[in-house]
Nanobody, 117 residues
């Protein structure tokens, strides 16, 4: 069983920044994908930004140019730097990991991000 522990959420004013962290309980060198999803009240969970197995990154159109995903393999961690935050970025942000072989999928517990003045 893989555990994902997220941190870094909170309340921020529009235009502000936050950095989310996700630490995995195993190596992330060999993955199918790892990254961030979010779910706003009354909406479906959606992809925000992920690393794929080829080392590429995918971003939602709504966050391109504002959010940056990064990783530290030595710490088994991925990060999401969120800049120029908007009220519509308010959601619970979840870390996600998909492993090769069984394609097992794991989720973190979620961290709340609220953008409000």
């Amino acid at each position: 069983q893989v555990q994902l522990v997220e941190s870094g959420g909170g309340l921020v004013q529009p235009g502000g920044s936050l950095r989310l962290s996700c630490a995995a309980s195993r190596s992330i060198l060999n993955i199918i994908s790892m990254g961030w999803y979010r779910q706003a009240p009354g909406k479906q969970r959606e992809l925000v930004a992920v690393f794929t197995s080829g080392g590429n990154t995918n971003y939602a159109d709504s966050v391109k140019g504002r959010f940056t995903i990064s990783r530290d393999n030595a710490k088994n961690s991925v990060y999401l730097q969120m800049n120029s935050l908007k009220p519509e970025d308010t959601a619970v942000y979840y870390c996600n990991l998909v492993l090769p072989g069984s394609f097992s999928m794991y989720w973190g517990q979620g961290t709340q991000v609220t953008v409000s003045s």
